[in-house]
């Protein structure tokens, strides 16, 4: 058994942040000292780096209590698991059409705008002012 400092220490994750996980349920509550200082197993450990690489991932907490709930009732939460890296996926391959949409957009711009041009009226200026993206 270890206390939060150690918890966090072990896993690069600050005590606040451990408090927080607890507060929304992705961690479940720890047993208690007399003092009332919290007392975690050596399981939190596994769970708590599960928790912060998912979100390295772009896991939502969301998505991750659910995946967590499943194991916790003895079910193979692989299945869930799956579903959230293709919908993390398919949001990364959204974000990488945006900023190429963007980078487009960006390039254009840099290029009309090293043409001269009386300000506010026709210059890069009034070329931002006016672009939609």
Not at 11 to 21: Q, W
Not at 56 to 64: A, F
Request: net charge positive.
């Amino acid at each position: 058994m270890m206390r939060i400092g150690e918890l966090a220490r072990q896993t690069g994750v600050s005590v606040k942040t451990i408090r927080f996980y607890e507060q929304v349920g992705v961690l479940p509550p720890p047993s208690r000292m007399e003092n009332n200082y919290r007392l975690y197993s050596p399981d939190t450990v596994d769970r708590l780096r599960f928790i912060t690489h998912a979100r390295s991932l772009g896991l939502s907490l969301r998505e991750i209590t659910a995946i967590l709930a499943l194991s916790d009732r003895g079910e193979p939460p692989c299945g869930e698991m799956l579903a959230s890296l293709d919908r993390q996926i398919a949001a990364v391959n959204q974000r990488i059409a945006d900023l190429q949409e963007l980078r487009a957009a960006l390039i254009d711009l840099r290029q009309r705008g090293n043409q001269v041009a009386t300000p506010w009226t026709d210059c890069i200026c009034a070329l931002v002012r006016d672009c939609q993206v």
